[in-house]
């Protein structure tokens, strides 16, 4: 993984997005690029009575807000970076700061990266996380690292654990998600008997795997009643091995669907603890 994006958003999670990616970076001997974008000044004014009611002090600060937010967020990566030593790491790390829709921008940018690291949804605090969240899922192609805040960046030597259901999205997250097995030291994959789709078993994943030079483990769920409850088995089961990363293939359900009626992906989404990698 040579190019990896930080995507900088929300206050308080930047410095753990940065240090992931750039940490990243360092062990794959790549390029972390932290990402901030700045809404355009049309995007400030809306139309109708609302707009007509607004004050150009208003807008004015609205506009300050935003620079002084893409500030911090620059400030932080550049920290982040200072404090990495990049120094004959064989790493590198740069800003990139754009205007535009934020969602816009971050659905085509991702597309020339390995990886995009971003900060776990939080809609009750912002409904913008999740839209950005879904547009570096649905709109790059590429495989999204999830890390809550103050998680601490999956490393080399560490135990990965692989949520399988049998589906394309989970088969897809872990062929792009390969390199991150590079040298660890435990693989388990985790298969909640009686939900998922129809597909290869969790010993034929462990095959796949164990062909890519890893000793794997197999662990089934059983007693669980509901996609949610697979959700909460995975992650139980991802703590109780002491995974320090989940993979997790998004939305094998729709997101409609699991919006409405609860899924495995919104479980963890909105309750794991740990980084998650996600691809659909």
């Known amino acids: 993984m040579k190019r990896i994006l930080a995507v900088l958003w929300s206050d308080g999670d930047e410095a753990t997005i940065a240090r992931g990616a750039i940490e990243l970076a360092k062990r794959f001997r790549g390029q972390a690029t932290g990402l901030v974008v700045r809404p355009p000044a049309g995007e400030f004014m809306p139309t109708g009575d609302f707009g007509m009611a607004l004050s150009q002090d ?61 900060a776990k949804p939080e809609p009750k605090r912002s409904a913008e996380t999740e839209i950005l969240f879904e547009s570096a899922l649905f709109e790059t192609g590429r495989p999204v690292l999830m890390l809550p805040d103050g ?27 390969l390199p991150l097995l590079a040298g660890a030291a435990r693989v388990v994959v985790l298969e909640a008997d009686g939900f998922g789709v129809p597909g290869p078993t969790a010993e034929q994943v462990a095959d796949y795997v164990a062909a890519h030079g890893h000793t794997v483990e197999v662990r089934h769920l059983t007693g669980i009643d509901s996609a949610d409850g697979a959700g909460a088995a995975f992650l139980r089961e991802a703590t109780a091995v002491g995974a320090d990363l989940l993979f997790k293939g998004a939305y094998t359900q729709s997101r409609i669907r699991q919006l409405i009626f609860g899924g495995a992906t919104r479980h963890i989404l909105t309750n794991a603890g740990l980084p998650v990698l996600f691809a659909h």
């Open 151 to 177: 998680a601490p960046t999956p490393k080399a030597g560490g135990t990965v654990a692989i949520a399988w259901n049998g589906s394309e999205e989970t088969a897809r997250t872990l062929a792009l998600g």
């Open 58 to 118: 208003y807008l004015e600060k609205m506009q300050a807000d935003a620079g002084n937010r893409a500030l911090r967020h620059r400030h932080a990566f550049e920290a982040a970076v200072a404090a990495a030593d990049l120094a004959n790491s064989g790493a590198s790390a740069e800003y990139l700061e754009q205007d535009g829709s934020a969602a816009t921008v971050i659905g085509a940018a991702g597309r020339v990266f390995d990886l995009i690291a971003i």
